[in-house]
């Protein structure tokens, strides 16, 4: 290799470099640090972080999601009852039961 090929193949990976390093400031970017770090309005957790999640994670939003998978249930079983197999059954089951238990708690 000449040097010209050296000076190339160190300019070409500082590039890479500073481009890296701006996916990777686009895609993870810091949290606020102010009220204990929380990113939710309501000051519960950092977890779900994105707005698409909290709101379905909220009541309104299960509310909206039962009614989508009625919905498929109705006009597609059979796609309904493959993607009901795709789901982790344990998992869906005590989310489910530990949901029920905090609202048979707050009555």
Do not use: W
Not at 26 to 49: I, K, M, W
């Amino acid at each position: 290799m000449t040097d010209q090929d050296d000076a190339a193949r160190a300019e070409i990976l500082a590039r890479l470099a500073v481009s890296r390093e701006e996916l990777r400031r686009a895609l993870d970017p810091t949290r606020p640090e102010h009220g204990g770090g929380s990113t939710r309005r309501d000051g519960s957790g950092g977890f779900p972080r994105s707005r698409t999640m909290q709101m379905l994670m909220s009541g309104r939003g299960l509310g909206t999601l039962g009614a989508a998978a009625a919905g498929l249930l109705i006009a597609r079983p059979n796609l309904a009852l493959r993607v009901l197999r795709m789901l982790p059954a344990g998992a869906v089951a005590k989310t489910l039961l530990v949901r029920a238990i905090a609202a048979l708690r707050t009555k």
